[in-house]
């Protein structure tokens, strides 16, 4: 595979239409080549005559490698792996669709029992036949002193960090600004910021949604529910249909997530090698 430093409109284009082929699991790595290319990371692709037929992208996100890949061919699989292999990176964390990551896993020799995410797209039909009254409001989130420190410890309670180098990992200033500019949404009730969440990927057609946190103190009172409800209002506005993933084992979670219309796609992973 080749590592790609400079992106061209025609390759641009023909990267893209690889990875339109699967939109909605490639939502991500979308985004980063429609919107975002100053912040790309890593890219290496495999090519023919006829087109890009593979893709590896690595980015650094501050805690590990996050790593996705997109193949056409099991040749193609086995030269992702010989790549991750050279590159001999540290944490990296390898998200793909289940079945992918498991033939991945199986070629580098890495022996691991997965806990599957499940991937739901919103059926929006059902989502409008749902009656719903939110008391809560939903904001974007300023980069005033007040917002950026509400976001620092929502990012900390999410990502369950403990230690003072971890804290220090997920809420330094260049990590949580560089999020806020590309969006980060504030749930207010009652003049008080208890949950927040965000879109990871934005393409032609889906938004997904992820991070989505609600302060310990106002769980269970509706509010998780609501604050997906708005989400996924703001993505209809903008005409794109909603997808997130969660924890097979997050069972919470994904009977609220059903109760308002998603609907189960496939199995999804995010795994260490």
Same mark, same amino acid.
């Given at each position: 595979?080749?590592?790609?430093?400079?992106?061209?409109?025609?390759?641009?284009?023909?990267?893209?239409?690889?990875?339109?082929?699967?939109?909605?699991? +490639?939502?991500?790595?979308?985004?980063?080549?429609?919107?975002?290319?100053?912040?790309?990371?890593?890219?290496?692709? +495999?090519?023919?005559?006829? $087109?890009?037929?593979?893709?590896?992208h690595?980015?650094?996100?501050?805690?590990?490698?996050?790593?996705?890949?997109?193949?056409?061919?099991?040749?193609?699989?086995?030269?992702?792996?010989?790549?991750?292999?050279?590159?001999?990176? !540290?944490?990296?964390?390898?998200?793909?669709?289940?079945?992918?990551?498991?033939?991945?896993?199986?070629?580098?020799?890495?022996?691991?029992?997965?806990?599957?995410?499940?991937? /739901?797209? @919103?059926?929006?039909?059902?989502y409008?036949?749902?009656?719903? *009254?939110?008391?809560?409001?939903?904001?974007?989130?300023?980069?005033?002193?007040?917002?950026?420190?509400?976001?620092?410890?929502?990012?900390?309670n999410?990502l369950? &960090?403990?230690?003072?180098?971890?804290?220090?990992?997920?809420?330094?200033? *260049?990590?949580?600004?560089?999020?806020?500019?590309?969006?980060?949404?504030? @749930?207010?009730?009652?003049?008080? @910021?208890? $949950?927040?969440? !965000?879109?990871?990927?934005?393409? +032609?057609?889906?938004?997904?949604?992820?991070?989505?946190?609600?302060?310990?103190?106002?769980?269970?009172?509706?509010?998780?529910?609501? @604050?997906? $409800?708005?989400?996924?209002?703001?993505?209809? $506005?903008?005409?794109?249909?909603?997808?997130?993933?969660?924890?097979?084992?997050?069972?919470? &979670? !994904?009977?609220?997530?059903?109760s308002?219309?998603? *609907?189960?796609?496939?199995?999804?992973? /995010?795994?260490?090698?």
């Amino acid at each position: 595979m080749k590592k790609i430093d400079i992106i061209t409109e025609k390759l641009k284009k023909e990267i893209l239409e690889l990875l339109y082929r699967d939109e909605m699991y +490639n939502a991500i790595l979308i985004e980063l080549i429609q919107n975002n290319m100053d912040n790309l990371g890593e890219l290496y692709i +495999n090519e023919t005559k006829n $087109g890009i037929t593979e893709i590896l992208h690595i980015r650094n996100d501050g805690n590990s490698n996050f790593t996705n890949f997109v193949y056409t061919s099991a040749d193609g699989l086995k030269d992702i792996a010989f790549k991750i292999k050279e590159l001999n990176y !540290r944490k990296i964390l390898l998200a793909g669709k289940l079945e992918d990551v498991n033939s991945l896993f199986k070629i580098l020799g890495c022996n691991k029992t997965i806990t599957p995410n499940i991937f /739901y797209k @919103l059926n929006i039909k059902k989502y409008n036949d749902i009656y719903r *009254e939110y008391q809560s409001k939903i904001r974007i989130a300023s980069l005033n002193n007040e917002d950026v420190d509400k976001v620092k410890e929502f990012t900390v309670n999410f990502l369950e &960090a403990k230690t003072e180098e971890e804290i220090i990992k997920v809420a330094n200033d *260049e990590k949580i600004l560089a999020k806020m500019k590309s969006g980060v949404y504030l @749930l207010d009730y009652e003049n008080t @910021l208890i $949950g927040m969440a !965000r879109f990871v990927g934005k393409t +032609n057609n889906f938004s997904e949604i992820t991070s989505v946190y609600i302060s310990e103190a106002y769980r269970s009172r509706g509010f998780g529910k609501e @604050l997906i $409800g708005h989400m996924i209002d703001i993505a209809i $506005g903008e005409q794109r249909t909603p997808v997130l993933a969660t924890s097979i084992s997050n069972i919470p &979670a !994904r009977k609220t997530y059903e109760s308002i219309g998603f *609907e189960r796609q496939g199995e999804y992973a /995010y795994e260490f090698i």
